[in-house]
């Protein structure tokens, strides 16, 4: 009688193993985002205006990739509980590394994102949520927290302070953006690349034309292929000579004086050039003293590369 009664328990024990907490939906099911804007109103409202409303308005996502629950989850549970951010993906609570999975759920096709993960952003912990406000956005394109300058001057503020300097880009005025330059989401070019630096940057540069460096996307005329080629321009870049942000330096030079900037090369110390021979030093008949021979550009007027002299003379 005993072992019966044993027999008959064993089954209700499991049971109770295996049953959720009183309480628990297990089914979290899809309810769609027309539920969801019954308390969220404020968010609705401008949501038509949101590149997100694609999914709802194409009619052809499935639930998991539509509208609120295609970044924040089935909604079942949270509706049932009225509401709390326990019950449904909430980005303030999710980790760098999961906020960067849910975006790229969507997002990883794209192109310019394909190095995200190895960027010095996603290293640093600065992640989509970081940079990007999907439901108050202070710019239309790119659903950006703040004007695109004014956001990365909040961690760049050394960069800041170089774009007041007398020689500059034209960052402040909006004549350029900082992601005319940099892919704030890691690039190809940071890597290595032969044009930048032979051995790679951690600045996220964008890529001009075939992955050269991005100063060449507005200063065409450097580009080459030239049959004389600087050395220089190749091996170290164009960061080799500028300040690409801000200087105190005429055309945002590294050194105040040309002939300073051109002697850290041509000074006879050395072999660094091309393979067949060494960089030309400064002639003899150049007295350093004299003005007109401080300003190598007067006379070598095609530093960047020529197809006619190759001392680059006029």
């Known amino acids: 009688m005993l072992k019966g ?15 959720p907490p009183a309480g628990t939906n297990t089914a979290n099911k899809y309810v769609g985002s027309e539920v969801c804007k019954t308390c969220h109103a404020d968010v609705w409202l401008n949501f038509y205006k949101n590149p997100h409303y694609k999914s709802i308005a194409s009619g052809k996502e499935t639930p998991e990739r539509t509208g609120c629950e295609g970044c924040h989850g089935p909604a079942g549970n949270h509706v049932a509980a009225r509401g709390g951010k326990a019950t449904i993906g909430a980005f303030s609570n999710f980790t760098p590394d999961e906020t960067l999975t849910t975006c790229l759920s969507c997002h990883s096709k794209d192109v310019s994102r394909a190095s995200i993960r ?24 790119f659903l950006l927290a703040k004007q695109q300058t004014e956001l990365c001057y909040t961690c760049h503020a050394s960069q800041r302070a170089q774009f007041e300097m007398p020689s500059k880009h034209r960052v402040n005025e909006g004549a350029v953006q900082c992601s005319d330059c940099h892919n704030p989401h890691g ?5 290595g690349s032969t044009t930048q630096h032979m051995g790679g940057s951690s600045a996220a540069l ?23 080629e600087h050395a220089a321009v190749k091996v170290e870049g164009c960061e080799g000579c500028h300040v690409p942000h801000g200087s105190t330096n005429a055309k945002l030079l590294t050194r105040p004086v040309v002939f300073t900037l051109c002697l850290e090369c041509h000074n006879g110390a050395g072999t660094f050039g091309r393979s067949n021979f060494s960089v030309f030093r400064t002639s003899p008949a150049h007295n350093l003293q004299d003005p007109k021979y401080q300003r190598c550009t007067l006379c070598h007027i095609k530093v960047h590369g020529s197809n006619s002299d190759q001392f680059f003379l006029r």
């Not at 009664?5 to 049953?19: E, G, S």
């Not at 001009?208 to 460096?213: G, S």
């Open 187 to 191: 690039s190809a070019l940071s890597a």
């Open 118 to 141: 190895n960027s010095a952003h996603t290293k640093a912990d600065v992640v989509c949520s970081s940079c990007h406000s999907i439901h108050k956005p202070a710019t239309p394109k």
């Open 5 to 19: 009664i044993w027999l008959a328990l064993i089954p209700l024990a499991l049971m109770a193993q295996t049953a």
């Open 206 to 228: 964008q890529p001009a034309f075939n992955n050269e460096q991005p100063c060449l996307k507005c200063h065409v005329d450097k580009r080459g292929p030239f049959v004389f």
